[in-house]
C-alpha cells in the first residue's frame, strides 16, 4: 500500500520520482502559480502532449489560486480549467494506475488530492475489416486495440440507454482495464453476476489478450463456451440477444458469453442474404465440419478395415494406389496430416513476402512430388487437402477440428467405423457436458426445442419472423433454473 | 449446498430410455423368443410392454409418494438399514444386466463380424466412453441420447428402408398356427431383456415433467420400433433368419445402396453408440444406488466399482459358459426385472406410506445423490 496524497509537494513528488526511477518516458514538470508550487505528470508517448499544453499548462500558468490551500484545487477545477475529463483521487496506487493509463496528474502544494486529466494520446489503429472474419455484405470495420475506442463502435450502433459498460480491471501487475458490456433487461441478471464474479476471481498477473480470460469464463470441455469476435456488428447482435461482451484494452478480440455451439456456424453474412441462401449455407458448414473432423478417419478406416463400404470401382483405385506406395495407409494419412499442419504454421509464421513461396514450396511441389514419386498415395493427399479447405469454412472451430481429425484418424486407424463412432459419441458427451453460464451448449439441439432449432440452426427465419419472436439466450432449453 | 431439483426433462429421459432400449434390439432374434414365428414376437413385444406398465406401477406410486427422492435414499428412509439391501440389489443388477449384454455384444463381435482388432479392447473403449458420460453427470448422457436418438433413427431408417426393397410377403408365416405358447414365452423374453426399469427406479427422481404419459409413449416407441425390425427380418430374410444367432445384423449385411455394397459397419457404429448411452445411463445408476451404499464415498468410487462390476460381467459373458448360462439366461433377468422393477419399490413404498401417515416424510426432497 502506497498511501494517499500528503499535500507536501516535495514528498509527494519524490514518491513518483522514485517509483519511476529509470524510467525515461516519466515526465514531471514544475511550476510556481502565483507562489503556490505545483507538478504536473505524465507519460510520454501516452499523452497529447498538445492538449496537455494548450487545455491544462496554459490556463495553470496563468492563474492565481487563492492562499487559502483548502480553496485552491477547487478553484482550478471550476476556474481554470476546461478539461472535460477530470477528477479528484487521493490514493497513489490509483494515482500510479491512471498515470500510467494515459491520464496526467496535478500536484498542488497543500492539497490533500491530486486532479487528474484524461489526456490520452497514444496511437491506434484505423477500424480495419478483420481479417479472420471477413464478411461478404457486413460492415467493414472492426475492433481495434482501444477498448474506448471499441466502445464507441458499439454505441453508435445501439443508441439506447439500456446499452451498459460497466468498468472492471484484471491483472495484478498488468491493470489491464475492460468493460462488460450488456444490454440491461434483456440480458439476464444471474449471468451478468456470474461474470462479473468470474472476472473479479480471476487471479492473473498480467492480461495481454482477450484469451487470458476466455479460461476463466468457460469450464472444462473441448468446445468453448467464449465467443470471440472482432465485428462490432456481431457484438451488437449478440448482446441483443442477451449475451454479455467483455472488451479487453490491448485487443480488438471481444469475449462473448455464454456462446452456444451452434452459433461457431454462424456469420452476420447469415442475417443480411436472402434466408434460403442463409440456411443453404449453413447445412454447407455443417458438412464442412464433418467433412473436417471425420474424413481422414473414416477414409483411413473405411480403406484399411472395412473396404466393402466403398464403391468397387474406388475401392479397386485405393488399393492400386496404396500398392506403389511403402506405407499403410493409415501410416500414409498420419503422416500428411502432421506434414499439412507444420505448413500451415509455417506459413503463418513466416514473413508476409513469404508466406506464399511457403505455401507453393509445401502444397505443390512437395504434394506433387511425394505423390509421383511413390510416397504417398494420391487419394490420401486429396482426403487431406480436402479436410483442410473444409475446416477453413468453419473457422471459430479450427483449434478443436484440428486435435479432432487427429483422435479420429487414430481412432479409425486402430479400431475402424467403430473406432470413429466411439469417438465421436465421446465428442457429443463431452459437449453434452459443457455449459456457458448454466446455457447447455448444445442447446437447442439436445435438449431439444422445435422452434429455436427451426428459427435460426436448422434454418433462418425471415426477419419479420426473428424480429416477432425474439430468442434470448437464457430461454434456451435446458437453463439450470436455481432452486 | 445449491442443488438442481430436477436435472432432466422427462421427454429427454425417456429419450435416453429408448435409446438404452432400443440398443439390444440387435440381439432380437427368434431363438432369443423361443423359436419360431418372428411375426409372433410382434405380439409378444405388444405383450411385454403392457405388462411393463404394470411393473411400473410402483416405481411410479413411490415417485408419487417421494417426489425428487432418488430410489437409494427413500429406501433407507422407509426401511433402514435394510435400505442399504435395496441399493446394494440394484447396483448388483445393473451391473449384472448390462453387463452380461456387454458380452454378448463382444461375442457378436468375435463370432460374427470377426474384426481385425481385439474385440475385447473395443469392450474396453465402449464402456470408458459410457463412463466419462456417467462422470459427467445424468445431464450429460441424457442429452447426448438425444443426438444418438436422431442418428440412431436415421442409420435404422436408411437400412430399414433400404431392406424394404428386398420384402417378400411369401416370407411371412401365419401367426398363432401353433398356438399363444410362443407369444407367452416371447413376451417374457422381452420383458426379461427389458432391464431399463431398474434405470427407470433409480434414475426417475431426476427428471420433471409428466412421467406416466411419457412412459406410455416410451412403451409404445419401442414397441414400434421392434414390430417393424421383426417385421422386415420376416419378411426379408424368410427361414435365413431362423439360422442366425443375430438376424438383425444378416439384414444390415444385405443392404446395398447402388455400388456401396453394405452398410453393416455404419449400423453397428450406430449401434455402438446406443450401447454407449445405455451403459452410461446404466452407470449413473449405479453410482447412485453405491453412494446409497455408502454415503460417505466420493462419487468416483462408485462409478469406478459400477464400472468394473459391468466390465467383470461382460467378461465373464464372453469367456465363460457357465457363466454365459446364468447371466444370460431368461429366467434370471425375468426374475430381476419383477424384483428391481416392481417387488422393491412396492416393498420401499409401503413402509415410506405408513411413514408419511404417521407424519414422518412426504414432503417434497430435493436430490441428494450426486449425479453430477
Redesign the interface.
Known sequence: MAGTVTGDIRRDKAFFEQRFTNAMDFMLRDMDLGGVKAALLALDGLVSKQIITLSILNPLLAARPPKDPRARLSYIEEQVLGSMEQKRERSLDTLLTLLMSGFAILLVEGCGDALVFGVQGFETRGPEEPQNEVMQRGAKDGFTESYQNNIAMIRRRMKTTALKFEKAQVGSESHTPLALCYLEGVASPEIVAGVREKLRACDLETALGAGYLAGYLERRGLFSGVGQTERPDVVCGKIAEGRVAVLVEGTPSVLLVPFLFVENFQTMDDYLTRPFYAAFIRWLKYFAFFVSAFLPGLYVAIAAHHPELLPESLMLKIAGEEMRTPFPVFLETLLLYFLYEILREAGLRAPKSLGSTVSIVGGLVIGETAVEAGVVSAPSLMTVALTAVAGYAVSRLYEPLSLLRLVFLILGGIFGVWGVTIGLTLVLLDLSATGSFGVPLLSPVSPFRARLVWRDVAAREPWKQLSKRRARVQDMPGVEKKS | M????HTV?AR?FFVMMFVSHAALSLFTGSRSLGGGNLLEGIFSCGLAQLVGGAVMWPILLLQRRCPGLPLPQAAEQALGKWGKLVSAAYLLYLAAANGAFLGLFQIFLQDTVN???SAS??IV??LL?AA??AW??I??????A???FVLFLLGTGLVFCITAARFESENLRPVFYDGWGQTLYGAAAFLARTSVYADMAVLLPFAKGVRARHFWGWALGCWGFIAVLLLLLAGCLGPYADTQNFPVYALSAITEV??????D??F???W??AL??RM?SAMAAGRACFAGIFPKSRPGVGLCMAAALMLAAAFATAESRSARMFLLGAGAHLAGVFLCGAALPLAVFLPAGRQKSKGKGGAAH?SQTPLR
Open positions: 445449491e442443488t438442481t431439483k426433462s429427454q474384426p481385425e482388432f479392447v473395443t473403449l465402449l466412453t466419462y458420460g459427467r453427470g445431464e450429460c448422457v441424457a442429452r447426448c438425444g443426438v444418438v447402388r455400388s456401396m455394397q453394405r452398410l459397419a455404419v453397428i457404429g450406430v455402438i453408440m454407449i448411452v452410461g430435493e
